[in-house]
């Protein structure tokens, strides 16, 4: 299903501003960038867009609430200066299983002042050396990177990941997206 389509099923007669948690994972992107989203999404603060083909984020529309982004398992390179300019109180952000294979192209996370949680595994750029180190020194804001902190202590469910242990948040964000 294309992602335009699945935005209007996502919807269900509200309005984009009624939105608070949109989960479009596994649609099709059409040409590698985000279709059909825009900034009526108002109130968005999850949006999930994992393994839907994404190349690029540059279609991605400002989303001033949004605080927490899913782009795993994508083929994202770069251009992430994007999301500082459209996403100004994201606070967690998973890129894992995505193409970045140097420290610099995380460079635009910079000015993201709110984010807390990064995470970027299966990416190559976690293959280089002290690539925690440089990516801790990069972005100092960050609290956790691939759910640890700085002294490798993990983070609480409540605090690093989007979902914790993946286990009992996917039913309540099930409900809480379907309004029950």
């Not at 804001?141 to 996917?170: F, H, I, K, P, W």
């Amino acid at each position: 299903m294309d992602m335009k389509k699945r935005i209007h099923l996502e919807l269900r007669n509200r309005t984009p501003s009624d939105v608070r948690e949109l989960v479009l994972d596994n649609c099709r992107s059409v040409e590698g960038k985000i279709e059909g989203l825009t900034a009526e999404f108002v109130n968005l603060e999850f949006l999930s867009l994992i393994n839907v083909g994404l190349i690029s984020v540059s279609n991605l529309p400002k989303l001033g609430k949004l605080k927490k982004l899913e782009f795993s398992d994508n083929r994202i390179s770069g251009g992430l200066d994007v999301l500082a300019e459209k996403l100004p109180n994201l606070t967690h952000l998973n890129l894992s299983g995505n193409k970045l294979k140097d420290i610099s192209t995380l460079e635009p996370l910079k000015k993201l002042d709110n984010l807390k949680s990064l995470d970027l595994f299966n990416c190559e750029v976690t293959n280089l050396n002290d690539y925690r180190e440089s990516v801790f020194k990069l972005l100092p804001q960050l609290t956790y990177l691939d759910g640890y902190d700085m002294e490798d202590r993990e983070a609480s469910d409540s605090d690093g990941e989007v979902d914790g242990d993946g286990v009992d948040d996917d039913e309540d964000e099930g409900m809480k997206l379907y309004g029950m």
